[in-house]
């Protein structure tokens, strides 16, 4: 039987509540719903959607090199936005951040997120072996 591994991604901030920022199981590592947090300085905060959107990509990167993964073995994302008004700004970004590899992608438009950030990012990938 494999075994569950919890991480949490060494660059970033540790978690301020009871998760981990991936589990990895099968080969597959599942990622925490990122936020835009700036690593390293509490307190700062992006302030356009775009430095939003660069931010929690950035942050997705660190926790699937923890994992042993990286952007081009993803096979799922699911992007909350806090105004489908964004999505325009938002989906430029992400084309930049994935180039030509395109996962399966889920866009779902929410009242608000934690904190008042107006992306969260939430990721499924294989992890190398």
């Given at each position: 039987m494999r075994t569950l591994e919890s991480l949490?991604?060494?660059e970033l901030d540790p978690p301020a509540g009871?998760?981990?920022h991936a589990v990895v199981h099968g080969g597959i590592a599942w990622l925490a719903g990122q936020?835009?947090?700036?690593?390293g300085e509490p307190g700062r905060?992006?302030?356009?959607?775009?430095?939003?959107t660069r931010q929690v990509l950035s942050n997705v990167d660190r926790v699937?090199?923890?994992?042993?993964?990286?952007?081009d073995r993803v096979l799922r994302c699911t992007v909350y936005v806090s105004d489908i008004a964004h999505w325009p700004a938002v989906n430029k970004v992400y084309a930049e951040f994935f180039g030509e590899h395109r996962p399966a992608r889920s866009v779902v438009p929410v009242n608000e997120l934690h904190h008042g950030y107006a992306i969260e990012v939430e990721v499924t990938a294989a992890v190398d072996e």
């Open positions: 949490n991604a060494p009871h998760y981990s936020l835009p947090h700036v690593p905060r992006p302030g356009t959607i775009e430095e939003q699937l090199a923890a994992c042993g993964s990286r952007r």
